[in-house]
């Protein structure tokens, strides 16, 4: 939120620099982003476009000298452009001849001395301002010049010139009470506080509420803001009613009427004020209605109030709050035809909806140049249904920013009476005498205790009753004491304060941010620790993600939401039982692409590696995460954790030696989850050929942890992998039931000492039949080894018509050792000849060579 600072002193004195101002406020949770100096002389520090107790500093200090008031009497005509007109300007010392092309000064060109001279910001010879036509902002000093025969050395400035805003299609026009040669600065220099409002902090999100905080934090009194209203027209009683279908979604809803009223331009100041705030001026009647949500949090909505007389029938309107009805459709103000969702809350006559309520207005009732008379709207609205809407219709707006954060019903009644007395003073109307309040669910502020020692114990200062009163009192909170209890309810602008223990957290973090975080002591922790216990499969889950971290994978976090369409691009790997299928739909999707809970993982980290091909030449990467199945019994889904991993591109990482490019496959992912499987004592896992739609026939295997299918990889489908914007090189993929895994891991494992022995290597290559899995032979060569067969690895596999058709050689290096001797060679070939005749007698076997 942009905070003018002289729109700010307006409700509190500021004891301190702006920079310290900045700093505190970011203390006490309002964070300063930047400080945006609009004229206002700049500390030294930031004289560069530097930072300050790393808060940003910018803008443009306005010279006193060189840039003032000045006052156009005359406009004429360039002698030689068309498109140039010259001033006759005073800045209080003298008359210059002034040339510019400022089209807002062309109806006055050729009509000699003007009636009521202009007010401009007038910049002298020497003068720094930003370069009006360069995009962006670009210093340039004013300089003398010839501009078509004519000299020019100083010019009358727009907005952007002067860093007040991106405007530059004309010059400023002043308010009529300027004073003639007054330096600008003085006049109107400013500075702007752009401040991060959290949603913890949402009743700061105005002018009024950063002056609460700054009072507060300062020990400044604060000036309330102007309430009263002449109301000197008609009783409003009879010429407008209030209907609310639904308390719930609208606790509040209040009506003002003002008539007679000539819509024009605003006061300059006011559109300065607005523009340096963020938000663009229009006209005199919607900009009161901005000026006063910004400066109050109340968002209101202007009526035409004949225009609604009119749909009446000429009786009338009797304005109804209630839910869109099926197939309903609203013309917005920003001229979109939008179809209501039915949990939408609309303001309506008995013509149809009139608005989105809280959200936007219907451009059929907006006020416009003929307008007369105004029906003016403040409002309370549920918070939740006001962010449902903004989400479905895509539709934020400055007045659903506040009331999806929450809007106290009592500042309806500030925000109404502030908006009527603003447009009364603007346009001349007549406000009508009373307002029309509908307020059937009035809001029940809790009520809460605390005494000195627990806010102690808490916060772990030691304060007394009377300190701890006055901040509270000091944030307008009502405090009684009774004994050494402080009975405390929040102020009328406060939606934030819970109840019960809630609630005292809650003045818990009032009282500490007020008092100063920074001012806290570092304490030990008083009370008494919890027992520690541990939890063994969350244990087991870092075990697994250090283990694939060291085998050279990067872990990354997906969203848990999808939708169906992008579900639908992959078969799953593990698919629900039919009752169970339906995927589950939340009910307010952030956007159309997160609509449902994802039942695979595998879609979610092909969706990270589309993202992230483009980037690096090697991927590796793996999720470890919940899917969701619909429960049969249950209210809540079933989370199941998962495993997936994706692989893709070359074997190695480049580095300074020289990498192995060839593309990953089959093996390199069958490997990882050997290498896994190993590093968590999994015993009993089997690895099956298998065949599934997800990937490629034949180079696809399932994961059997003893009759358990615990899961499922292999090479992507080629028709699968379409679907994907993915490299051209294999993309190996897997998807493990990983809370099976966890569960069958050992508590205990045996470990064994160094071997004092050598070992003995020994290399055979054996040939079997095709079919005959590496897999089947590697079991007998362990069965047949015994205790002193160490490893068996295959690192060869060979086919040929010399070993026979339907024939492969596997070769293995194995490793024998024994814990209490050196082995003989003897004993080395009696260990060899029985794994071969074992491999001979169960797989028909023989050695090759």
């Known amino acids: 939120m942009k905070v003018p600072v002289s729109w700010l002193k307006e409700f ?7 920079e310290e101002l900045a700093h505190a406020l970011t203390m006490a949770g309002l964070e300063v982003e930047e400080i945006r100096y609009v004229g206002l002389p700049m500390p030294k520090t930031a004289s560069e476009g530097g930072k300050r107790q790393e ?3 910018s803008g443009l200090e306005w010279d006193a ?3 003032v008031v000045g006052a156009i009497y005359e406009v004429n005509p360039h002698p030689n452009a068309d498109r140039l007109v010259l001033c006759q300007l005073d800045d209080g010392q003298r008359i210059h001849t002034v040339l510019t092309g400022a089209p807002n000064l062309f109806p006055y060109k050729g009509k000699g001395p003007l009636p009521k001279p202009i007010k401009v910001a007038y910049a002298k010879e020497g003068a720094r301002i930003y370069d009006g036509h360069q995009p962006g902002q670009v210093l340039t000093t004013l300089k003398r010049a010839k501009i078509r025969g004519v000299e020019s050395y100083s010019m009358a400035c727009s907005e952007k010139e002067l860093g007040i805003s991106d405007e530059h299609e004309g010059i400023i026009f002043l308010d009529d009470d300027a004073p003639v040669g007054m330096p600008l600065v003085e006049y109107m220099g400013d500075a702007v506080l752009d401040i991060a409002i959290t949603p913890n902090i949402a009743r700061a999100a105005s002018i009024y509420g950063v002056a609460r905080e700054v009072a507060a934090i300062t020990r400044q009194p604060l000036r309330p803001p102007a309430l009263s209203v002449m109301m000197s027209g008609a009783p409003i009683e009879g010429r407008v009613s209030i209907q609310i279908q639904d308390p719930e979604l609208n606790p509040r809803f209040m009506l003002g009427l003002i008539e007679g009223v000539e819509i024009r331009p605003s006061p300059y100041w006011v559109q300065r004020r607005l523009r340096l705030a963020g938000m663009r001026p229009i006209n005199n009647i919607v900009d009161a209605t901005n000026y006063a949500m910004l400066e109050l949090g109340e968002p209101l909505h202007a009526f035409d109030y004949d225009k609604l007389v009119r749909r009446a029938g000429g009786k009338p309107p009797v304005i109804t709050t209630r839910p869109a009805k099926p197939g309903e459709r609203l013309l917005t103000l920003d001229h979109v035809e939008r179809i209501l969702d039915d949990f939408t809350i609309l303001v309506c006559d008995g013509a ?3 608005s989105i309520a809280g959200v936007m207005g219907g451009a059929e009732s907006e006020v416009d140049e003929s307008t007369r008379n105004v029906l003016l709207e403040a409002a309370t609205w549920n918070l939740i249904n006001i962010r449902r809407t903004v989400v479905a219709q895509n539709l934020p707006s400055e007045a659903a920013y506040r009331f999806s954060r929450g809007v106290h019903p009592a500042m309806a009644e500030c925000g109404l009476l502030r908006g009527l007395e603003l447009m009364r003073q603007w346009s ?8 029309v309040d509908a307020y059937p669910k009035p809001y029940q502020a809790p009520t809460l205790s605390i005494t000195a020692a627990e806010v102690k114990r808490q916060l772990g200062i030691a304060l007394g009753i009377s300190e701890i009163r006055e901040i509270l009192e000091r944030l307008e909170f009502q405090v009684r004491q009774e004994g050494e209890t402080l009975i405390v309810r929040p102020p009328d602008h406060r939606l934030d304060i819970g109840e019960g223990v809630i609630g005292v957290a809650d003045l818990m973090e009032e009282i500490a941010r007020i008092y100063g975080y920074e001012r806290i002591p570092a304490t030990r922790l008083a009370d008494e620790l919890p027992p520690q216990r541990s939890d063994p499969l969350r244990e087991r889950e870092e075990m697994v993600r250090d283990l694939l971290v060291n085998l050279g994978l990067q872990e990354v976090i997906t969203y848990r939401m999808t939708s169906t369409a992008r579900e639908a691009r992959l078969p799953l790997v593990f698919e629900p039982p039919v009752e169970r299928a339906e995927p589950i739909r939340l009910k307010n999707p952030i956007a159309p692409e997160r609509s449902i809970l994802r039942q695979g993982l595998l879609v979610s980290l092909l969706e990270a590696a589309e993202r992230n091909a483009r980037l690096q030449p090697r991927l590796a990467l793996f999720e470890i995460g919940s899917v969701y199945w619909r429960s049969v019994t249950e209210m809540l889904p079933e989370e199941l954790l998962r495993l997936g991993i994706v692989l893709c591109g070359q074997r190695a990482p480049a580095g300074w030696q020289t990498a192995d490019i060839a593309a990953m496959d089959f093996y390199d992912l069958k490997g990882i989850l050997e290498s896994l499987f190993r590093g968590i004592h999994l015993e009993g896992v089997r690895f099956i050929a298998a065949g599934h739609p997800a990937f490629h026939p034949g180079k696809c295997a399932e994961v059997y942890l003893g009759d358990r299918r615990v899961g499922c990889f292999g090479e992507l489908h080629p028709l699968i992998k379409e679907r994907f914007e993915l490299p051209e090189a294999p993309v190996l993929a897997a998807e493990l039931d990983l809370h099976s895994i966890l569960s069958a891991m050992p508590d205990r494992y045996t470990i064994e000492a160094v071997p004092a022995y050598p070992p003995v290597l020994e290399d055979i290559a054996v040939i ?11 079991q007998c060569i362990w069965a047949a080894g015994g205790k ?8 060869d596999v060979y086919r040929s018509e010399q070993i026979g058709v339907g024939k492969k050689s596997l070769a293995y290096s194995l490793t024998y050792q024994a814990e209490d001797r050196t082995l003989t060679d003897e004993e080395a070939a009696q260990i060899r000849n029985r794994i071969v005749r074992r491999l001979e007698q169960e797989l028909g076997a023989r050695l090759r060579g």
């Open 12 to 18: 509190v004195d500021l004891p301190m620099p702006l």
């Open 55 to 57: 808060i940003k500093i």
């Open 65 to 67: 000298e060189k840039i």
């Open 352 to 354: 149809g909806p009139l």
């Open 428 to 435: 001349g109307g007549v406000v009508a005498q009373g307002i």
């Open 768 to 778: 079997v039949d095709e079919e005959v899995p590496a897999e089947r032979v590697e």
């Open 788 to 795: 002193v067969l160490r490893s068996v690895r295959l690192f």
